[in-house]
């Protein structure tokens, strides 16, 4: 069978991670066409990969006859219009988080996906592939610590782009929690509270960080996410699940532990989210491989969980405002025949 002839359309940090990530390590697959609107970027890195070409037009990109797949690693802004075009060629397609920047633009590619029968969009939710948390997942699922009822989670950043405003804090850095919470306790979330704590000095002016999130579901969980975005220490996502019958943690940053003079004790944290879910990424993306070579397309989150994750941040988002919780608004899955 011949490799995956994959589209990487926007080569910016992730872009060019997917990229490297491909060329090394991924088996059967390889990326024949590269896109950025930044097109002298595409052109010099098409240059280093052989075999492969730059397209200035992300929609031609996703058309043209050498490319079997596509990853979207383009601003969010742009994806509900590139996964539309990847749905009108039937082209299988990873789309890094968010699957579109609103709720209604999700559930429309949620209803388009639909109608055509087949599945053809995963959502990068990394995490669901990163090997603790699969290992969290699988004990929960064995049963042995009884019902799950609380999680804990903490979420830091050292550092954002300047960019980052509030409300980005819950749609770029919060998602990744409300989509662990949905995987690992396999239902919705009902409603979401934002606390305000006393804003951290050292960030920027205006921005509201750290954060509390309060989520509940829909068989009454409590879930509490402490994201933190300017620590100005390390990248540090640890999550713990407290059940009926124990609790577990995972996060913990425990590699090498060193003790050397003078009286030094400790270990490392990783520095940012490439090299803690480094591991997770590779899986992920050689899972999604292998399902588009087999025809399956997807193995893992899908545009429903994108668009989950988008009614939820709406109200992680409406609730910031006003610190109330806010009751997140979401169609039943059932009412879209083939989600
Ligand atoms: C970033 O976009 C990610 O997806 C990281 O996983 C997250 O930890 C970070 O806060 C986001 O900005």
């Known amino acids: 069978m011949s490799d995956l002839r994959i589209a990487v359309l926007g080569v910016g940090m992730m872009g060019a991670d997917h990229i490297a990530r491909i060329g090394s390590k991924i088996a059967g697959a390889r990326v024949s066409v590269v896109n950025d609107y930044v097109t002298e970027k595409a052109e010099q890195l098409a240059a280093t990969i052989p075999g492969c070409r730059a397209i200035s037009d992300p929609l031609d990109a996703i058309a043209d006859p050498d490319v079997d797949a596509v990853i979207l690693a383009t601003p969010g802004t742009t994806h509900e219009k590139q996964l539309l075009a990847c749905l009108e060629h039937g082209k299988p397609v990873m789309c890094e988080k968010p699957l579109t920047t609103d709720v209604a633009t999700s559930l429309e590619v949620v209803k388009r996906e639909a109608e055509l029968g087949k599945r053809l969009i995963q959502v990068g939710f990394m995490r669901r592939f990163d090997v603790e948390y699969a290992a969290l997942k699988a004990l929960l699922d064995d049963g042995d610590l009884g019902r799950p009822l609380v999680m804990h989670c903490a979420h830091r950043n050292p550092t954002v782009p300047p960019h980052f405003d509030s409300s980005m804090i819950v749609k770029d850095s919060l998602v990744h929690e409300v989509d662990v919470t949905r995987f690992l306790f396999d239902e919705e979330i009902t409603s979401v509270q934002m606390v305000r704590p006393a804003a951290n000095p050292a960030a920027p002016e205006g921005l509201q960080d750290p954060q509390i999130a309060i989520f509940h579901t829909a068989t009454g969980k409590h879930v509490d996410v402490e994201v933190f975005v300017t620590t100005g220490v390390a990248y ?104």
């Open 236 to 339: 540090e996502v640890r999550t713990e699940v407290v059940a009926e019958l124990g609790s577990a943690m995972i996060g913990l940053d425990v590699g090498l532990l060193r003790k050397s003079a003078p009286g030094h004790w400790g270990g490392q944290i990783t520095p940012s989210f490439k090299e803690r879910f480094g591991q997770a990424y590779d899986t992920e993306i050689q899972r999604w491989v292998d399902a588009v070579r087999a025809g399956t397309n997807v193995d893992g989150p899908g545009a429903w969980d994108g668009y989950a994750a988008a009614a939820v941040c709406a109200a992680g988002v409406e609730s910031l405002e006003t610190g109330q919780p806010v009751t997140v608004e979401m169609v039943s899955r059932d009412s879209i025949k083939g989600a």
